[in-house]
């Protein structure tokens, strides 16, 4: 009976990774009620899971860091034998978090020798490695990284004093006076009790550590954390710095694209990232929409790339908006390091690293906004920065678009899993199987034209769509099937 139990238990852990699936709505933090005017200062602007995927945290504008941790999971139905075998085998019920803390980041700063304005949003918040119960991580805004410690800390209180006696209300200035004189106990007193301090509930304190400025002249983009627990890099429009955790008045420049002139300027960098398991490997990407891994074995000073991954030129006449949208606004190494996942404008794009001839599959995004790029680049919203995350198995993908949807894709070989959720209670999940295009190269299958779904069956027709709202931030969790998105001020999570 028992050897049931435990296959039911392994079979249910071991769920068909090719099935689609089946998104539901957890929870949201921070909803507002119809109407509710949102504050630019409490627009989420940074999402991120801790490695363990317990704790959460999120930025905003107005240079707020908020903490969520994993709400401890309470067994209803267990006896002795149960809590064994949950010990065992975790228990599978969808991650829920609850608030933990928060805390004043970065405030707003002037800089008099430029005149220039640096505004406290929260642009990018790194994890790192836990130690003695504490959780560190970096925040940064345009110019300043900032490394933070939060713990809980136990609140103090001293009890058990010498008690009053029943009625008599002046006890305990008689026994003031009675002790600070040299006198003995009062008669009314039979003993004196010394006091007792005791600890009882612990709140999460934020101390910041330590502060990196001054080294960027731009506004940083990106920070990310060496698999080595020591070192991080940090990158604006023109450089890449190597910075150690330990110390903050010095770091190490180790890309630098700016020309001797500026008026030859081509190309900025857009975003970088750390490989998960090498330590010397690091890739960027750019405005041009390539992106190049390092090996910093190779030299100090990473002039030159040992991979450059970029689409083939596609054959026609180019438009306006041509490089606007191939430029890379996020990327993401998988949890094993081989793949890669970039989104630029249109696209989310899935590389193999060992393969530089052009990515391994490219999911369209939304396609139908094609015919509105001259109405996006006069409200701007050409040049938003979608977000994308890839699951902790590397078989599916997510990134945001406008009305505040996100897509999901599948993106294993031979998967046509699409679907399209809407960050609200009521995530009106919308999965249309498309056909999968493949055509060798170099001999891997290339999934091409994956989410190009018409504007009708999708749901999200170009003209029904509000480039307000729109949804640039979003996180996987490193285990599970669990998806956490900012949209305006609101947090929603969201598991499968």
Partial sequence: MNGDDDDEVVAASAVDTSLPLEWRFSQVFGERS??????????????????????????DRGGRVV????????NSSGGDRRDVEETDYPPLRHPEFRYKTEFQSHDPEFDYLKSLEIEEKINKIRWCQTANGALFLLSTNDKTIKYWKVQDKKIKKICQVNSDPPGNASSSSITTACLGNGGGVPEAISSLRLPVVTSHESSPVARCRRVYSHAHDYHINSISNNSDGETFISADDLRINLWNLEISNQSFNIVDVKPEKMEDLSEVIT?????????????????????????LRQSALCDSHSKLFEEPEAAGPKSFFTEIIASVSDIKFAREGRYLLSRDYMTLKLWDINMDSGPVSTFQVHEYLKPKLCDLYENDSIFDKFECCISGNGLRAATGSYSNLFRVFGVSPGSTETATLEATRNPMRRHVPVPSKPSRLGGIARVVGRGTESPAVDGSSSNALDYKTKLLHLAWHP??????????NSLYMYYA
Avoid: W
Wanted: hydrophobic share 40%.
């Fill in 67 to 74: 903490l969520f941790e994993r709400s401890p999971v309470t």
């Fill in 479 to 488: 285990s599970e099937n669990s998806i956490a998105c900012a949209a305006g």
């Fill in 34 to 59: 119809a109407g509710e005017e949102v504050q630019e200062v409490d627009v989420i602007s940074a999402i991120e899971f801790d490695h363990s995927g317990d704790h959460l945290a999120t930025g």
């Fill in 271 to 295: 975003a970088a990232e750390f490989h998960p398991t090498h330590c010397n490997m690091l890739a960027y990407s750019s405005s041009k929409g390539s992106i190049r891994l390092l090996d």
